[in-house]
């Protein structure tokens, strides 16, 4: 069986750099950017209804009692709205730039409405509440059409248009949008945590796969370390300098040995937010080896490196890139349980575009209809 994985050398760093948002950490995905556009379309909007409420205001009616009962019902709306917010703890709930900007929406809103006769504005007010649904739990997009729906049916009973008119059936439309598209996002936040959960799981299960082997793997060099000790104990006076060097030298590599092997194992398991940077290709897989060494060992496997000459450098996160090369090597491994011969080779070279990284098993290989389903999210073969 053969994989192989491609990446961009050091000079596509700025095209890697265009893209390192929907890289780092799967933080900034299409949901995130969803949620940070519909805030900037918000913001675009209530300038809009602003200009809106300047164009229309009527410098006379404020002393109406329309206009200062309007003002009364908006305060209210916007005590209910923060006492609701805070009272019940919503989950995701908007910063505090975001409640100002609601609030004076509803300010905004309310004046709006008491300054004119034109129903059209009340579907200009409930448009918001598309968009909060893009970035919050349905519960507060609930809470936010309830607070609107309050400003505008009291407006308009003072006001006394309490017609029900298509308008007014398409405002019901817009609620009902909203929270349909809030209980959608929802449900894609909801499986991109799980898609994180599984993916830190498979990550657990492959330390506790590689964890046996480590411990094998150290009690080889403390063995020795153990054996070299005992031999200068005895007449360590008479024995040659040279001899005491060698010795010493041998259980400092042994010592340098564990340290590379509990070292790579720690760096792997580590939680860490990316990092990019100029990483060596052929490093990196000579030490993911250490890692793989005890496992392909303990199971009468053969494990070969090919690796470019002249080391491949490339723009990444060498944590992450580790991550993958080693899923896919325990996958290899995994494969050649019943084989008669067991090989595994990691192989790496570049052209002037690219840098690939090769592995080989001479395991069972996958069938047609695993090969179709591979790059399916959650899909796996493991009980």
Request: glycine share 4%; hydrophobic share 45%.
């Amino acid at each position: 069986m053969e994989y192989s994985s491609v990446i961009n050398p050091p000079r596509s760093r700025k095209f890697i750099e265009e893209r390192r948002g929907n890289l780092s950490a799967q933080k900034n995905n299409n949901i995130y950017k969803i949620e940070q556009y519909s805030f900037i379309v918000e913001c675009i909007f209530l300038a809009f209804l602003s200009i809106i409420l300047i164009r229309r205001l009527d410098p006379p009616t404020i002393l109406e009692w329309q206009f200062f009962a309007s003002i009364v019902i908006i305060i209210i709306a916007v005590i209910i709205y923060m006492g609701t917010l805070y009272k019940f703890k919503y989950s995701n709930v908007p910063s505090k730039l975001e409640l100002f900007l609601r609030v004076v929406f509803l300010l905004i809103s309310g004046w709006l409405l008491a300054q004119t006769n034109d129903s059209s504005v009340r579907v200009i007010i409930v448009l918001p509440t598309v968009l909060v649904a893009l970035r919050y739990a349905i519960k507060y997009t609930i809470l936010i059409a309830g607070v609107t729906s309050l400003v505008v049916i009291v407006s308009d009973t003072i006001n006394q248009r309490n017609n029900i008119d298509y308008e007014f059936i398409f405002i019901c439309f817009i609620w009902f949008l909203g929270i349909l598209i809030s209980k959608t996002m929802e449900n894609e936040r909801q499986l991109y945590r799980e898609k994180q959960k599984l993916l830190e799981n498979e990550k657990y299960a492959a330390m506790g796969q590689m964890a046996a082997g480590i411990v094998h793997e150290v009690k080889n060099p403390l063995t020795t370390i153990k054996g070299f000790i005992q031999l200068l104990e005895r007449n360590i006076t008479k024995k040659d300098p040279e001899e005491v060097k060698y010795y010493l030298k041998v259980i400092n590599k042994e010592i340098d040995r564990v340290n590379n092997l509990l070292k790579g194992f720690l760096q792997y398991a580590k939680p860490s937010t990316p990092k990019f940077t100029i990483c060596n290709f052929n490093q990196i897989i000579l030490d993911m080896s250490i890692l793989l060494e005890s496992q392909c060992t303990a199971k009468g496997i053969q494990l070969e490196t090919d690796l470019e000459a002249d080391p491949p450098e490339g723009y990444c996160d060498s944590n992450q890139i580790t991550q993958v090369i080693l899923n896919i090597c325990l996958n290899a491994i995994d494969s050649m349980v019943h084989s008669p011969q067991k090989i595994l080779t990691i192989n790496t070279f570049a052209d002037a575009e690219y840098i690939y990284v090769v592995i080989k098993d001479t395991g069972c290989g996958m069938t047609k209809e695993q090969m179709e389903k591979i790059f399916n999210p959650f899909y796996t073969t493991k009980q």
